[in-house]
């Protein structure tokens, strides 16, 4: 059963364009998104994360949208550069098991030049 | 880097054999977690321990058994091991139970022959 689905599987964005992750879940009791950023032969790590009392979060050049309503979040990765070419996962959580994250099945996100 | 330290990096081993994971947590932390990474699977929650005791158990098979020592580094063990349980299995660890972002080690890479 797959809690929390991730769209797309692959993505090409130029350099400088906005790149675009969404994630959709089903258990309205996660209260806890964040987004995980894993480069190949390294672990995941935390990149942004939020709750849904707020509708966006935004950290630099990355931007969560929440959309509590349509159960949707999304990451927007802005001015993209070849650096932020990785593997992209969100993530989602209830309350009390925060860290016990289920994961979507992640985007490989590739900048050209 | 995370703090987080995983041995062995690489794995491989024959089908019937059983292999044990070293986890060391960051300095502090008292949650450790187990995910499972295989291609068609994403990342699979498998189990959690809190300063020792088990707290969350995910889709891990009775094949499969994980302990936390009181130094807090914790164990995985993977017996009768099958083709299918070739993957990269992570640890990451918590400062608490919940609310609180995971640390990922760079996990090890077991393939089963």
């Known amino acids: 059963q797959q809690q929390v689905k991730q769209s797309p599987q692959s993505l090409i964005v130029q350099k400088g364009g906005i790149s675009i992750i969404n994630c959709a879940y089903e258990?309205?009791?996660?209260?806890?998104f964040p987004w995980y950023q894993q480069f190949p032969g390294k672990g995941p790590a935390l990149l942004i994360a939020?709750?849904?009392?707020?509708s966006e979060k935004k950290e630099g050049r990355f931007t969560i949208s929440f959309n509590k309503s349509a159960k949707q979040f999304s990451l927007h990765i802005m001015d993209s550069q070849p650096g932020d070419s990785a593997t992209y996962f969100c993530?989602?959580?209830?309350?009390?098991?925060?860290?016990?994250?289920?994961f979507g099945t992640g985007t490989r996100l590739q900048v050209t030049l | 880097d995370s703090g987080v330290t995983q041995t062995p990096k690489h794995l491989i081993t024959a089908t019937g054999q059983r292999v044990t994971l070293r986890c060391s947590p960051r300095?502090?932390?008292?949650?450790v977690y187990w995910y499972q990474q295989s291609l068609d699977q994403g990342l699979q929650f498998l189990i959690q321990?809190?300063?020792?005791?088990?707290?969350a158990k995910g889709n891990i098979l009775e094949r499969f058994s994980a302990q936390q020592f009181p130094d807090l580094h914790s164990e995985l063990n993977l017996s009768s091991l099958e083709l299918g349980d070739s993957a990269l299995y992570f640890c990451?660890?918590?400062?608490?139970?919940?609310?609180?972002?995971?640390?990922f080690g760079n996990g090890t890479r077991l393939t089963v022959t």
């Open positions: 990451a660890s918590s400062a608490r139970q919940g609310n609180s972002p995971l640390h």
């Open positions: 258990n309205t009791a996660f209260d806890y």
């Open positions: 939020i709750r849904p009392d707020v």
């Open positions: 993530a989602a959580s209830s309350p009390g098991t925060a860290s016990k994250l289920t």
């Open positions: 300095s502090g932390d008292l949650s």
């Open positions: 321990y809190y300063n020792g005791e088990e707290r």
